[in-house]
């Protein structure tokens, strides 16, 4: 008899979008184009699988129909549909994809994470339709997928993992039939009326007997983990997802950990806003509420702010906090800033031409977001939390256990941890003129806006590489305990090639070289990496090579490196009288920088008073921790000069 094995009905292959146009064609504002496919074996529970391309292999009818959805995380309803999929074609051995993104708010947004580098993953989903044994090797057989139909691409944050069993639902599977023939089936996947000869069967091997108990054992622990942990993370619809497809514990701990980063601001919305309406947001202003601060005195300027002194008493209400001057709500903070008034900045005339199209986007909370450069390298920011919180953290893992047949096994399943968030209050200034304070056109206001966003990014920024943990302050990774240590002297070293390996070297160790990985220093050690060749006799090949940035980013042992002069040049180390620099490399979207809703900001006019200004002080709740301090490695003592 032909062999049969039961597969998914759905199945899934993971990749990594990289943007790519054709040669001689404009891509539009919206479209991305990728290779979403290929023949590359990929490990499924039933064995090896090579996605077949070759001519009649691929059935594009309906993924190339021009209807075929762009979804999220293979989500199924209408509101996980961010776009469609425009053109599909087989070339060199991949499958490729051009995909427009729809005009929807949260189309939108992930088109905006897309292109700047944030997510980064695809998964293609599609139906096996028919296979051919190819061979086998130390046990493992290897099955060509002679006939399949992709059904949709989805941008997902964690690759589906094959080897976990994506889809083993049982009521979801189908059996298919092996070809043990070598020759490229030709028949429609639909019975032809004719009928084709069986296909010779293949032999199989001896198999030791299954301990059916143990399977039903590790599912029902399976089951009951995945269930308590979405219980807890109030995500009981992704626990049964994760159920029915076959995750792994490890697998759904991840995807608990990155959904509730990525919806955080949702979640937290409904209790940190006050309830302002549009025209509300789009009337508030940032300037009345310095200005009455600046002049307590002034009856006029305290008219003026009237609406503003009742936002902040809402916000001090719904928050029970007392303003040190005035509290600004989450519904301004992200309430996009091109609507402070009622000028039209699309035409000139109207405001246009006053207006910066780089602030014209975004809110308060997105430039203080893309104004981190941990943030840029794929740091994990979660926006108007509400008390403390925990997120879950896998501590252990699932072991093996030998012993004679009847022995039991041992307990030696996954344990958790958490990792704790409280808020603790992050200060910044900006030193404004009177004269300037008095201005009331669209661009004073957003430069007010941007400028305060632009200083708490700084320190933010600086704390979570450099902060001490002592007081009030969050520890940063310098100063994590755990992170892997490269060392360059008793008295620092100038940074070498090996130093650069050594860094990557301490992450992967450790299992933890996946993810948003890259390199961060500063300006100069980043001049002298320029200047420093790999090796002896290299004839010039420097660290860091010769190349135009992408998107400001260069690139250091095939990986993104990022310069930013927030990483400290001002290092001491032993008995070196020259200052040393920071180093650091990891998968930054571990580290997870939380914010709390809501700023306050005061006016201090005494320390510029002489010259005519005021300092505006704005304060922050934030917090910053290490998912795993093992994910991150510095070099503290590299010299430069």
């Known amino acids: 008899m032909p062999k049969t094995i039961d597969v998914p009905e759905r199945v899934f292959r993971s990749g990594e979008i990289t943007h790519a146009t054709r040669e001689g064609e404009a891509e539009a504002s919206n479209e991305i184009e990728f290779s979403f496919s290929s023949e590359e074996p990929y490990r499924r529970w039933w064995g090896t699988e090579i996605l077949g391309h070759r001519d009649g292999e691929v059935d594009t009818g309906f993924v190339g129909s021009g209807n075929a ?59 096996i339709l028919r296979m051919r044994l190819e061979g086998e090797e130390e046990g493992e057989e290897t099955y060509r997928v002679t ?47 004719e009928p084709v000869p069986a296909a010779p069967a293949v032999e199989t091997r001896s198999e030791p007997p299954v301990n059916a108990d143990e399977i039903r054992r590790a599912e029902r622990e399976r089951v009951a983990t995945i269930t308590a942990i979405g219980s807890r993370f109030n995500m009981g619809d992704r626990a049964n997802e994760a159920i029915a497809g076959g995750t792994s514990v490890a697998a759904f701990n991840q995807l608990v950990i990155t959904e509730l980063g990525e919806r955080a601001p949702e979640v937290a919305s409904a209790r940190t806003e006050v309830g302002l309406t549009p ?40 928050s029970g906090r007392t303003a040190k001057g005035i509290l600004i709500p989450s519904d301004i903070l992200s309430a996009p800033m091109n609507g402070t008034r009622e000028q039209s900045v699309a035409t000139a005339t109207a405001g246009g ?21 941990v943030r840029k390298l794929g ?51 900006i030193d404004l003129t009177r004269r300037f304070i008095i201005q009331s056109s669209i661009a004073a206001e957003s430069f007010t806006r941007t400028e305060l966003a632009t200083a708490m990014a700084l320190g933010i920024d600086y704390a979570a590489l450099h902060g001490s943990g002592t007081g009030d302050e969050p520890t940063g990774i310098a100063n994590m305990t755990g992170i892997g240590a490269v060392v360059g002297g008793t008295n620092g070293a100038a ?51 010769e190349g135009r940035n992408t998107d400001g980013f260069g690139s250091l042992n095939g990986y993104r490196a990022g310069v930013s002069n927030q990483v400290s040049s001002t ?32 006016i201090d006019p005494y320390t510029k008073g002489l010259a005519g200004g005021l300092r505006v002080i704005i304060h922050q709740d934030v917090d910053v921790k290490a998912r795993r301090p093992e994910s991150f490695s510095a070099m503290l003592d590299a010299l430069t000069a």
Request: no cysteine; hydrophobic share 40%; net charge negative.
């Open 147 to 193: 006939s399949w139909k992709p059904h949709e691409i989805s941008i997902v944050t964690i690759p589906a993992d094959p080897t976990v069993g994506i889809g083993r639902n049982a009521q979801s599977n189908k059996s298919i039939e092996i070809n043990g023939d070598q020759s490229m089936p030709n028949e429609n996947p639909v019975p032809a009326p």
């Open 353 to 373: 031409n006053v207006v910066a199209n780089t602030l014209m986007s975004g809110s308060f909370i997105e430039i203080l977001r893309n104004k981190m450069m």
């Open 495 to 545: 940074p070498t090639w090996s130093d650069i390996v050594n860094l990557e070297t301490e992450v992967s160790v450790d299992n933890a070289d996946i993810g948003s990985l890259g390199y961060l220093t500063n300006a100069k050690v980043r001049g002298k990496l320029k200047e420093t060749e790999k090796a002896a006799g290299t004839n010039g090949i420097f660290i860091w090579p």
């Open 279 to 318: 025209r509300e947001k789009k009337n508030y202003s940032f300037l009345r509420a310095i200005r009455a601060l600046a002049n307590p005195t002034d009856r006029r300027a305290q008219e003026e702010a009237s609406f503003e002194f009742e936002v902040s008493e809402a916000e001090s209400g719904r």
């Open 379 to 429: 740091a994990t920011v979660m926006n108007d939390m509400a008390g403390t919180f925990d997120l879950p953290r896998q501590s252990g893992s699932a072991g093996i256990f030998w012993g004679s047949e009847g022995d039991d096994a041992a307990e030696t399943g996954y344990t958790f941890d958490q990792v704790s968030f409280a808020p603790t209050t992050a200060s910044a200034y």
């Open 69 to 127: 959805p762009l979804l999220v995380d293979h989500k199924r309803d209408v509101d996980s549909q961010i776009g469609i999929i425009t053109r599909v074609w087989i070339e060199n051995g991949k499958g490729r994809a051009r995909v427009r993104f729809g005009k929807a708010r949260r189309a939108v947004e992930i088109l905006e994470r897309v292109q700047d580098g944030e997510l980064k993953n695809i998964s293609v989903g599609y139906e």
């Open 571 to 602: 290092l001491s180390k032993g008995s070196s009288t020259n200052v040393a620099s920071a180093m650091f490399f990891g998968n930054w979207a571990d580290l997870i920088i939380a914010t709390w809703s809501g700023v306050d900001i005061l």
